[in-house]
């Protein structure tokens, strides 16, 4: 009879124990289970890797990278809020996304974006302007904006104040969910929890994934001590198997192309040197940049006009008198590797040539290129936007050196 009375109790005490102890887990469940069956090997403590938050988005909910932009969602979204915040068509962002136009969306949910929007700047709530970029790291269109900021004060626009280019952090890798996948098989591909990965993605309780959704894998934070794969056996006993590679690293990034690649190694241009350089020379024609320039100088002049401001430390190029509409051409053959826009919408365009050489153009509109294009010497890439005065500023750089375009142009 006694015995009888025990069972039940001890059969409701035992789950009861068990919820109280996950009650009082502070951490984060671990579901890999590896090295928890009784084998040698451990590597539950990968799977609990330290990672960092996810950036914060700024007020439309854009998270911007260098090969890569996200948007995420806000309580009460459809998909269609989404794409009217971030200015895309909803249909085209539906689409890309897998999803209908009119479904709702979670507080938190990523959504990926087809295409590049404006960057993050203060404007849109962002404490920088541009994409988050490696520490260290300095790309191109960073390089080109020095160009804006050392442009005529007399012929800039109003607002020459620029926010510091971009905050550093790490790209996370981008995953596309395949048919049969789910946010443990993913999780486990990446070596980081389904929580986290749940929790950078806004996932529901049940971890629901679909096909073709796009997943940010979660960034694993530098200082997270690496999990310890030696394994001390006992004599005469065998050496245990290591794991698969593709079980323990995840899949390599898709390579930049030329159009997004980052440069390292060297600081941008001071912005405060805006704020000292003098003004423009009178157009006295002292200067005459014309277009036919000796075949055997190793640029081009862009458009033909007088230079109106000379080389310097401040200005870092020349800037050239010409009529509004004035096609703007290549100075030498190459590959366009960044075009962008500042926020007073002053576009630079800046092309890539052999030996490390690098030709900037600002001041122009109604491009005639993109990124990634190759250019001839002489092609149109643009033209001369309005301006008082209307003109073109050009520079040269070698490596992240700006130097005399006219040591090229003669």
């Known amino acids: 009879m006694d015995s009888t009375l025990r069972f039940p109790q001890i059969r409701i005490a035992a789950p009861l124990a068990l919820v109280a102890a996950l009650g009082a887990c502070s951490q984060p469940l671990d579901y890999d289970m590896r090295g928890r069956m009784g084998g040698q090997i451990d590597t539950s403590e990968a799977a609990l890797a330290a990672v960092g938050d996810r950036p914060q988005a700024d007020n439309r909910g854009v998270i911007s990278y260098p090969n890569y932009q996200v948007a995420v969602a806000r309580n009460g979204d459809r998909l269609a809020d989404v794409a009217n915040r971030v200015g895309l068509p909803a249909g085209e962002l539906a689409r890309y996304n897998g999803i209908e136009i009119n479904d709702p969306l979670r507080a938190g949910e990523v959504v990926a974006l087809p295409r590049r929007v404006s960057e993050p700047s203060p404007a849109t709530g962002a404490p920088t302007t541009g994409p ?21 004060a007399s012929s800039r626009p109003a607002t020459t104040q620029t926010a510091p280019s971009g905050s550093s952090g790490v790209e996370p890798i981008r995953h596309k969910v395949e048919r049969g996948e789910t946010a443990y098989t993913v999780a486990r591909l990446y070596n980081v929890t389904p929580r986290t990965l749940a929790d950078w993605n806004g996932l529901d309780s049940n ?55 980052n440069v390292a190694g060297a600081a941008s241009a001071p912005a405060a040197a805006a704020a000292t350089a003098p003004k423009p020379v009178a157009d006295i024609g002292q200067s005459q940049a014309s277009a036919s320039t000796s075949a055997s100088a190793a640029m081009q ?110």
């Open 207 to 261: 971890y629901t994934l679909r096909e073709g959704q796009y997943l940010l894998i979660p960034v694993v934070e530098q200082s997270a001590a690496p999990a310890s794969t030696s394994v001390t056996t006992a004599p005469g006993t065998g050496s245990p198997t290591p794991q698969p590679p593709s079980a323990a690293q995840p899949l390599p990034d898709d390579q930049p192309s030329l159009a997004t690649t």
């Open 132 to 152: 988050i970029r490696p520490a260290g790291e300095v790309d191109i269109t960073t390089l080109a904006s020095s160009a804006i900021d050392n442009a005529p």
């Open 301 to 410: 002049m862009p458009v033909s006009g007088s230079i109106i401001r000379e080389y310097s430390a401040n200005n870092q190029g020349i800037d050239i008198s010409a009529p509004v509409g004035t096609a703007v051409k290549a100075a030498a053959s190459g590959t366009v590797a960044a075009i962008t826009t500042n926020t007073d919408n002053v576009q630079i365009v800046v092309i890539r040539h052999p030996d490390e050489l690098l030709s900037i153009y600002t001041h122009l509109d109604n491009l005639t290129v993109s990124k990634g294009d190759a250019v001839s010497r002489g092609q149109s890439i643009g033209k001369v936007r309005p301006g008082d005065p209307s003109f073109l500023h050009f520079e040269v750089r070698k490596g992240f050196d700006s130097v005399d375009p006219m040591t090229y142009l003669r």
